[in-house]
């Protein structure tokens, strides 16, 4: 969570800040061509450059894969982050101060950061101990599990020893006890009698949030002794329903894959990485979350794909089902990788070989294949039983991935694809069924307003958004640029940066994305003159469009014989004829 005042005169200085195309040089390599910047796409594969950077406005635009937008919505694309986020990473990089939400953020903002110092701590008392003589069985265990010993300073490795109070003790020189115990290292017993390690005995590993900060500790047993795993407990830094446990590792690796997969242990999780399957993440204990998903989601893009690691058994499969429902209803497609009975994928790797695991990865059972796999052949209860999936498939948030779903059930249980979306048909988002909508090429004259806009003078400007109606636009995004014109315009010192500051107001990525396409799209210069033409045209469509719009209240005014508010309407419509000839 970003806990600071991203309000629009912060955004602003963030934005000044960054050079667009000092941070996209870093990923794709740029060579100027008149005002703008142009190379190799990062967001698809190319080999002709159709990636195009407007400087001067600080926007970018692919005419490739017709992605687009500013300096945020870059880092948010490539980094799979969310908009904090994106402004988080800007501000840290390019030196501005973010400040804190509020008083009550900015104690938040300093209690984390104690509670980070001290984990920090922690760390690397549990790194001594374990290089020490007393760590020899926790590095026993490591052995055993393959860990050679270059990679053990790389996965943060650490022991605990088997002592009651020697972090504590250790912490205790240099910070409060109290605080401590806040930060999960130490526990007061529910008598009131002293506080003792939480970890003791075991090897230790660092937990650590997306962006590789400290959070919080698990921890195994050596020897003998319940839980095997321990967890630090929850605090104002670590929460597990939002925690993937190596995602600041596997975040990179993942969204350059397209595939994530999710295991349920800390060493399936080590084992992957360590050799060398790194888009790996684990959950803490805990079931796969609707917050775990979204930060999937982010990372993976539209159209990445989920593996959940689980048995092939009937609580395999349950467990799956649950995980598969909290993905689709992020819009995450899903599958599952299915390993031997009895196996899990630290077995696999260390008993049979990285490279068959490696092959297991290649052939993910889809996974409506995996749920139906033990439905009675019997023809009429196969459909019984496969119908109580339609919640399921139709619990799918995005459309085209909902779509195939329901046909590939469907055609499983030998139904038609509606009567599988009347069995499992839920509200979505709202009530609102989402669906599929067709872009239809843009109406005359819409496309050269919006260039108008991002171009023109503040003078025009103001007359366009007093002239033109915005009910009367046909293209829904255009229609929401111009209402949002009216907003930004009303701004203080938005004159200067009018065309990033409408990117940011707006809303929707699509109207964004128009915005950024626009701009870097090759157009005549704007003047005047043009302005003039364009406008006339687009006002004398309008008010045709007016006055066609009143023939159905004058066909009903006659029906009726109401002669006052058909005199009235005609009048009107007399009006805008001479409206539209004299424009």
């Known amino acids: 969570m970003v806990d600071a005042d991203l309000n629009r005169e912060v955004i602003s200085r963030v934005?000044?800040?960054?050079?667009l195309v000092e941070v996209v040089s870093e990923h794709v390599r740029l060579r100027k061509r008149g005002r703008t910047w142009e190379g190799l796409c990062p967001f698809h594969e190319e080999k002709t450059p159709s990636f195009s950077i407007d400087s001067e406005k600080g926007l970018?635009?692919?005419?490739?894969?017709?992605?687009?937008?500013?300096?945020?919505?870059f880092v948010m694309q490539l980094e799979h982050l969310n908009f904090p986020e994106a402004v988080?990473?800007?501000?840290?990089?390019?030196?501005?101060?973010?400040?804190?939400?509020?008083?009550?953020?900015q104690k938040r903002r300093e209690e984390g950061e104690r509670l980070r110092v001290l984990l920090e701590e922690a760390q690397r008392f549990f790194v001594d101990c374990f290089e020490d003589a007393e760590g020899a069985s926790g590095r026993s265990e490591l052995e055993r599990r393959g860990f050679v010993k270059e990679t053990w300073r790389e996965f943060g490795f650490g022991f605990a020893p088997d002592d009651w109070r020697r972090l504590l003790d250790h912490l205790a020189r240099r910070h409060p006890e109290g605080t401590i115990?806040?930060?999960?290292?130490?526990?007061?017993?529910?008598?009131?009698?002293?506080?003792?390690?939480?970890?003791?005995?075991?090897?230790?590993?660092?937990?650590?949030?997306?962006?590789?900060?400290?959070?919080a500790f698990g921890g195994r047993i050596l020897g003998d002794g319940e839980p095997k795993y321990l967890n630090s407990p929850e605090s104002s830094i670590f929460h597990k329903r939002s925690t993937l446990f190596c995602l600041d590792r596997a975040r990179r690796p993942m969204a350059d894959?397209?595939?994530?997969?999710?295991?349920?242990?800390?060493?399936?999780?080590?084992?992957?990485?360590?050799?060398?399957?790194?888009?790996?993440?684990a959950t803490l204990g805990t079931a796969l979350t609707s917050e775990h998903a979204r930060l999937l989601r982010r990372r993976l893009g539209s159209d990445g794909l989920t593996l959940l690691c689980y048995d092939a058994d009937e609580a395999g499969r349950r467990a799956a089902g649950t995980g598969a429902r909290v993905l689709l209803e992020a819009g995450v497609e899903t599958a599952v990788l299915v390993l031997p009975s009895g196996m899990d994928p630290d077995d696999v790797i260390r008993e049979r070989g990285a490279e068959v695991f490696s092959e297991l990865l290649k052939h993910p059972t889809p996974l409506l294949e995996f749920l139906l796999g033990d439905l009675p052949p019997e023809p009429a209860r196969r459909r019984r039983a496969g119908l109580q999936l339609a919640t399921l498939v139709c619990s799918a948030s995005d459309p085209a991935l909902r779509q195939n779903l329901v046909e590939e059930l469907a055609r499983q249980l030998y139904l038609r694809p509606r009567e599988i979306e009347e069995h499992g048909r839920q509200p979505r988002r709202g009530g609102v069924v989402q669906q599929v909508v067709e872009r239809t090429p843009l109406p005359p004259g819409?496309?050269?307003?919006?260039?108008?806009?991002?171009?023109?003078?503040?003078?025009?400007?103001?007359?366009?958004?007093?002239?033109?109606?915005?009910?009367?636009?046909?293209?829904?995004?255009?229609?929401?640029?111009?209402?949002?014109?009216?907003v930004v315009m009303g701004r203080e010192g938005s004159e200067a940066a009018f065309a990033a500051e409408l990117l940011r107001s707006s809303a929707d990525p699509e109207a964004s994305s128009l915005v950024a396409e626009v701009s870097n799209a090759p157009m005549p210069e704007i003047t005047d003159e043009t302005i003039r033409v364009q406008l006339r045209a687009l006002l004398q469509r309008q008010a045709r469009e007016r006055a066609r719009r009143l023939g159905p209240q004058i066909d009903a005014a006659e029906q009726r014989g109401d002669a006052e508010e058909l005199d009235r309407l005609l009048a009107e419509k007399a009006r805008l004829r001479r409206d539209s000839a004299e424009i």
Not at 15 to 19: I, L, S, V
Not at 207 to 214: E, H, K, Q, V
């Open 88 to 105: 988080e990473r800007l501000a840290a990089r390019f030196g501005v101060q973010l400040p804190p939400k509020s008083p009550q953020a």
């Open 446 to 486: 819409e496309r050269e307003l919006v260039r108008i806009l991002l171009e023109c003078s503040g003078t025009w400007r103001k007359k366009i958004i007093d002239l033109v109606q915005p009910e009367l636009i046909e293209d829904d995004r255009i229609r929401h640029l111009l209402e949002e014109a009216a």
């Open 15 to 19: 934005r000044e800040a960054a050079d």
């Open 181 to 215: 115990i806040e930060a999960g290292l130490a526990v007061r017993p529910e008598g009131g009698t002293a506080p003792y390690d939480r970890f003791r005995n075991r090897l230790t590993f660092p937990i650590r949030s997306g962006d590789g900060t400290l959070i």
């Open 60 to 73: 970018y635009y692919c005419f490739g894969c017709h992605q687009g937008g500013d300096v945020f919505k």
């Open 257 to 281: 894959a397209g595939r994530a997969l999710v295991v349920e242990g800390y060493f399936d999780c080590l084992s992957l990485h360590r050799v060398g399957v790194v888009n790996v993440v």
